[in-house]
Nanobody, 125 residues
Framework: VQLQASGGGLVQAGGSLRLSCAGHGRTFSSYAMGWFRQAPGKEREFVAAINWSGGSTYYANSVKGRFTISRDNAKNMVYLQMNSLKPEDTAVYYC???????????????????WGQGTQLTVSS
């Protein structure tokens, strides 16, 4: 089982970027998935999560209205569209999967079983 996050980079404040997370080794279409981030010197924090069907999404207050999580189960992919980026969004972004089939969506790190390697987002002011 492997998750590969990509799409990070350097962007100016106010800009947009889309992160992608590819699942390898098995299908994740029946499992909730999430995005988390970790800024330097800070703990990893929840960003967004989506249930197995894509019908339910959850966001941290800090990104609500600016970020959109989505998934394409046919491609075994999860995305995070990030708009109106701010310098405080600078972090390493991780995707993760909750290994409970058709399970509820959680916003806590402990509920997620598999993690990608992370992709760096830097937002310049």
């Amino acid at each position: 089982v492997q998750l590969q996050a990509s799409g990070g980079g350097l962007v100016q404040a106010g800009g947009s970027l889309r992160l992608s997370c590819a699942g390898h080794g098995r299908t994740f279409s029946s499992y909730a998935m999430g995005w988390f981030r970790q800024a330097p010197g800070k703990e990893r924090e929840f960003v967004a999560a989506i249930n197995w069907s894509g019908g339910s999404t959850y966001y941290a207050n800090s990104v609500k209205g600016r970020f959109t999580i989505s998934r394409d189960n046919a491609k075994n992919m999860v995305y995070l569209q990030m708009n109106s980026l701010k310098p405080e969004d600078t972090a390493v972004y991780y995707c993760a999967v909750d290994d409970k089939e058709f399970g509820s969506v959680f916003t806590t790190i402990n509920e997620y079983d598999y993690w990608g390697q992370g992709t760096q987002l830097t937002v310049s002011s």
